[in-house]
Nanobody, 124 residues
Framework: QAQLVESGGGSVQTGGSLRLSCVVSGRTASSYVMAWFRQATGNERREFVAGINWSRGTHYRDSVKGRFTISRDDTKNTVYLQMDNLKIEDTAVYYC?????????????????WGQGTQVTVNS
């Protein structure tokens, strides 16, 4: 059974940066799909933000392309989400997730394990 622990959230002004970390145990991150989702207050569903697969292929939602970067450190079994030029609409709880299917990378229901989430708040 895998466990995912996120950290790095916080409060930042528009245009600022944050780096989220997701430490993985019980599963080798480099052998699975790793992804970040987010859920804003009032939204019923978690939305896909970014994903990385075993060969370091990546996908991003359109609204974060050019601003967010997902990466993986195999020596630490850790996945990161570097978030630059943050906007108010990026405010949400960010979740790390791991799954097996790359062709459905944005389908939250198909991920096996989730972290507890970390709050990101962007202020004007």
């Amino acid at each position: 059974q895998a466990q995912l622990v996120e950290s790095g959230g916080g409060s930042v002004q528009t245009g600022g940066s944050l780096r989220l970390s997701c430490v993985v145990s019980g599963r080798t991150a480099s052998s699975y799909v790793m992804a970040w989702f987010r859920q804003a207050t009032g939204n019923e569903r978690r939305e896909f933000v970014a994903g990385i697969n075993w060969s370091r292929g990546t996908h991003y939602r359109d609204s974060v392309k050019g601003r967010f970067t997902i990466s993986r450190d195999d020596t630490k079994n850790t996945v990161y989400l570097q978030m630059d030029n943050l906007k108010i609409e990026d405010t949400a709880v960010y979740y790390c997730a791991t799954g097996r299917y790359w062709n459905t990378y944005d389908a939250a229901d198909l991920y096996d394990y989730w972290g507890q989430g970390t709050q990101v708040t962007v202020n004007s």
